[in-house]
């Protein structure tokens, strides 16, 4: 899953000498839309319709857990006890919310002894001696929610505020990952994290992906609109890609096999490479702005510092160049992307997948700073938070 190391100086040298609009997309892009017979109207008045087809669906609920088949294959299904323990589990919430955490224990236990396999119980069963500042006894029952299922973002999460109390930053530290691994658009996890930084000595950054909506429409009578305002033309690269993933199905057969000439779906390797194409389109463009005015000051063959045409480019692009050179863009299309707008797939992708995903996070959201002096950092959430 991870893509190879991208080097500056290839990053600058592969596109050169095409048309203007070809410095703004890898080649084989290109020669789809040339060899189209459909009119990629770049010049579309907007906003215009968005696609059907988007990635927006439920965050990952305690009540969602990840069933493996023999097969090796992932599925969520909804958690739900034993129908003789379900009353037991009900009651244990009404509690819980009167603030009656000793009658709210007995319940869940109670429930508990009729059905241990309930995840959800365990998790919530945690709450109460979470309440009574009993930490090792919580960290057990969420410990017991993910032996259940390992992929539980909120056990992770629990568990690391456990771990966070008790001083033991490295584990939780390592909770906090695993939350948001399964779920990256789990604020909770990410603020936990953030506190954790305080006395661990690292911050938090969240590198988020904000396209311009509107942007892209359907196809229509041969034409596909492609509306950008003055100011967005930065992102023509990244628009154009995905114009022409939803729109040729030959070209998605030649990246991902026949198969996909059918109904289109979104796929990572489609976000990597328009990820990729927005990042070597505006280094491109930069690099190509850099000569014209090295050229009109009599110097055509001055030699463009990388810096330079860093410097020239919006942050997403420099953080994209940091990212691709440590071969993590599919990791970072996994959380800013497909993480933020359907968490609940993440758990279902291969398990290499997921590695991707936590070697981002570990090397771009957790952000080390020089060593400090310990310091204990202030109390974690509450103990119940939002599911």
């Known amino acids: 899953m991870s893509h190879p190391p991208f080097r500056l100086a290839l990053t600058l040298s592969f596109l050169t000498g095409i048309s203007p609009l070809a410095a703004q997309a890898p080649a084989d892009l290109l020669k789809a839309m040339?060899?189209?017979?459909?009119?990629?109207?770049?010049?579309?008045?907007?906003?215009?319709?968005?696609?059907?087809?988007?990635?927006?669906?439920?965050?990952?609920?305690?009540?969602?857990?990840?069933?493996?088949?023999?097969?090796?294959?992932?599925?969520?299904?909804?958690?739900?006890?034993?129908?003789?323990?379900?009353?037991?589990?009900?009651?244990?919430e009404k509690l819980f919310a009167a603030q009656s955490?000793?009658?709210?224990?007995?319940?869940?236990?109670?429930?508990?002894?009729?059905?241990?396999?309930?995840?959800?119980?365990?998790?919530?069963?945690?709450?109460?001696?979470?309440?009574?500042?009993?930490?090792?006894?919580?960290?057990?029952?969420?410990?017991?929610?993910?032996?259940?299922?390992?992929?539980?973002?909120?056990?992770?999460?629990?568990?690391?505020?456990?771990?966070?109390?008790?001083?033991?930053?490295?584990?939780?530290?390592?909770?906090?990952?695993?939350?948001?691994?399964?779920?990256?658009?789990?604020?909770?996890?990410?603020?936990?994290?953030?506190?954790?930084?305080?006395?661990?000595?690292?911050?938090?950054?969240?590198?988020?992906?904000?396209?311009?909506?509107?942007?892209?429409?359907?196809?229509?009578?041969?034409?596909?609109?492609?509306?950008?305002?003055?100011?967005?033309?930065?992102?023509?690269?990244?628009?154009?890609?995905?114009?022409?993933?939803?729109?040729?199905?030959?070209?998605?057969?030649?990246?991902?096999?026949r198969a996909a000439e059918g109904a289109y779906r979104w796929t990572l390797q489609e976000e990597t490479e328009c990820l990729l194409s927005y990042l070597v389109g505006n280094l491109n463009a930069a690099e190509g702005q850099l000569k014209e005015e090295a050229a009109r000051k009599g110097r055509p063959k001055a030699e463009i510092p990388a810096a330079a045409v860093l410097a020239g480019v919006p942050p997403l692009v420099r953080h994209l160049k940091e990212v691709a050179d440590a071969g993590l863009l599919p990791g970072y299309a996994l959380y800013a992307v497909l993480g933020q707008r359907c968490p609940s797939a993440i758990a279902m992708l291969p398990d290499t997948a997921q590695e991707d995903l936590e070697r981002y996070i570990r090397r771009f959201v957790i952000v080390r700073t020089p060593a400090t002096p310990p310091a204990m950092p202030p109390s974690p959430p509450p103990a119940k938070p939002p599911a």
């Open 34 to 92: 040339t060899a189209s017979k459909l009119h990629y109207d770049l010049g579309a008045k907007g906003p215009v319709e968005k696609p059907a087809e988007e990635l927006h669906c439920p965050a990952r609920s305690t009540q969602l857990r990840l069933v493996r088949s023999a097969d090796g294959g992932k599925q969520l299904q909804l958690w739900q006890p034993a129908k003789e323990a379900e009353p037991h589990f009900d009651a244990a």
């Open 101 to 257: 955490y000793e009658a709210a224990g007995e319940a869940y236990q109670k429930g508990l002894a009729v059905d241990p396999t309930y995840g959800p119980g365990w998790l919530y069963a945690g709450d109460i001696p979470f309440a009574r500042k009993d930490f090792a006894t919580a960290l057990t029952d969420y410990r017991k929610a993910l032996e259940l299922d390992p992929t539980l973002p909120q056990a992770h999460r629990f568990a690391a505020d456990v771990l966070l109390k008790l001083g033991r930053f490295p584990e939780a530290e390592d909770e906090y990952v695993k939350a948001l691994v399964y779920d990256p658009s789990y604020d909770g996890a990410l603020e936990g994290l953030g506190v954790l930084g305080v006395g661990a000595g690292f911050t938090v950054a969240r590198h988020e992906f904000l396209p311009p909506a509107a942007v892209l429409g359907e196809a229509e009578g041969g034409r596909v609109p492609i509306a950008l305002a003055a100011g967005q033309k930065p992102w023509l690269p990244y628009f154009l890609c995905r114009a022409i993933w939803r729109n040729e199905p030959p070209y998605r057969a030649q990246r991902l096999g």
